[in-house]
């Protein structure tokens, strides 16, 4: 079995920057992927960002240009450095990890709120 475990949530004024992160344990086996989505009250959860194969990135279109994703290989973890962050990107984000033989994990999610 896999664990993630999300952090670095919390309230931000519009603009602002946050940073969160993601971490995995268990019984991981090769990651084919492992990226952010995010889900607002009254909204389908949805995709924010995404590292393919340890180095493609795909973005939202909503985020680009002010999210970046990166990984730390060594200790399983993902980061979201999120900036110019504004009130509609307030949600819980998720961390999702895809392995090479289909397993599909999440984490618990961490509070996003932007406001002022």
């Known amino acids: 079995q896999v664990q993630l475990v999300e952090s670095g949530g919390g309230l931000v004024q519009p603009g602002g920057s946050l940073r969160i992160s993601c971490a995995a344990s268990?019984?991981?086996?090769?990651?084919?992927?492992m990226g952010w989505h995010r889900q607002a009250p009254g909204k389908q959860r949805e995709l924010v960002a995404v590292?393919?194969?340890?180095?493609?990135?795909n973005y939202a279109d909503s985020v680009k240009g002010r999210f970046t994703i990166s990984r730390d290989a060594v200790k399983n973890s993902v980061y979201l450095q999120m900036n110019s962050l504004k009130p509609e990107d307030s949600a819980v984000y998720y961390c999702?990890?895809?392995?090479?033989?289909?397993?599909?994990?999440w984490g618990q999610g961490t509070q996003v709120t932007v406001s002022s």
């Open positions: 999702k990890l895809i392995d090479r033989i289909g397993g599909t994990y």
């Open positions: 268990g019984n991981i086996v090769s990651i084919r992927t």
């Open positions: 590292i393919v194969s340890g180095d493609r990135e």
